[in-house]
DNA sequence: GAGTGGTCTAGACCACGAG
DNA sequence: TCGTGGTCTAGACCACTCA
């Protein structure tokens, strides 16, 4: 039941066998697909293809301008629901390092529903772009009303608890915390930030933070690469009968 | 952050509005891919690259040797965490009818884990598939100890509520539930039972509960048609300083 | 500037579906 | 057989990285 071995399949089982087999090592460099075009007697584009195959798989990662690297085997990312901090486990610490980009613009779009404010009231964007070593780990759009934005934010910090802490700085406890979970195809810039693949799906996760008057004080948008993240939730039932709810 | 605004995206962005303004309707069929080739002066590599987009965003089915054709919309599915019934939204329960095969088995692989049980012990399976009018909604395998196990859940309801509330009979009172979701390519089997491309990914929640002593009463495996679910959390945080943690 | 991947063209030929 | 999508070619030109 093979009807169509095509080439680029078959390419792709070629090279995927030479990474299984250490002919080529995790973090080298893969041909160039010229030469590779050239080797397999394909056009470029029939290469390419190939590569994007095995791009879907994970196997190998493309650096516009530099070339095809075999991927270092994927820690795994662990979101952690709730809105407590840390969010990412301890485990994943290990080399993280956050940018962020801080903007000043006015509520617009989804941002007028998710933070319950009116059109053109001014928010503070917090654009958080982290790397795990040098591969890009997550995305994070935070949104909070101007008057509670925290300054001194600094633009680049090894763990997102700087960040977190500097954001709970200036705003009161909150209450309650709705996570809204998603799967979908990533947008260009998110496939070229996080430099996956565009049929790699990612994990969107919505959450919006309020406080207990139910004023919303912060919205963040996270994108994360579907195929190394779990997000986790844990939800505590205090019963009626007693009150061991731990 | 628009690095890029390519042929085919825009060409993408194109058809999605035709598709979303009802231009296109569901059901339709596209024009070829030829033809659109030329009404939009690119060539055909590329304008399949376009559809290639909505393909995956799941908005376009294409069929060879037949056309490109706009899929019916498909209502969105909302999973509630926190171990909470209904886990669907009630919009979504119109014509919810879910179908239940009941298994006994015993504990292996990653169930030993969830459940934290030793090998071999006896578990039930209930197997779930459910519809939404015709078309597939989602999957769940749920686990639970064989001694938990409800007997007389019916093979056929007309909503998972029948099938819960018969869980919730012999078992005490959930004290903590974890759920865990990622995002992944389904795999051949779910990409049958659920009718979506291989190339779609699936939310796939691993939900676990656990009663007062933290002995685990109850493990599912859902899984969810990436291109219309939203797993949705709420956490109140309890502050110190007051009791309205609502 | 040299070398790399990214996008795109204008075709060709093959495989599938329906009449 | 005809029209459809699926695969592939042999280039072209652009964008990015690095020395």
Redesign the interface.
Known sequence: MQPMPSRRHVIADDIRDKISTGQIKAGERLPSEAQLASDYAVST?TLRNALGILHCEGLVEKIHGKGNFVRYPLRRITYL???LTPRTKPSAYSALRVSVRITNLQAHGQLIGLLGVSANSPLTEFFCLSHEGKSPHSLARIYVPHELAPTGVPAESHCYEVVTAKLAEFRP?????????????PT??EA??LRIS??L???AITRVAAD?TGRVVEAALLVLP??R?????????V?H??T??E
């Open positions: 584009a629901g709730g809105g406890p909150l209450a309650e915390v709705r996570e809204r979970v998603s799967a979908r195809p260009p810039e070229t930030a565009s049929t799906a990612v994990l207990r579907g195929d993240t779990d997000a986790l939730f844990t939800t505590h039932h019963t009968e007693g061991s709810g």
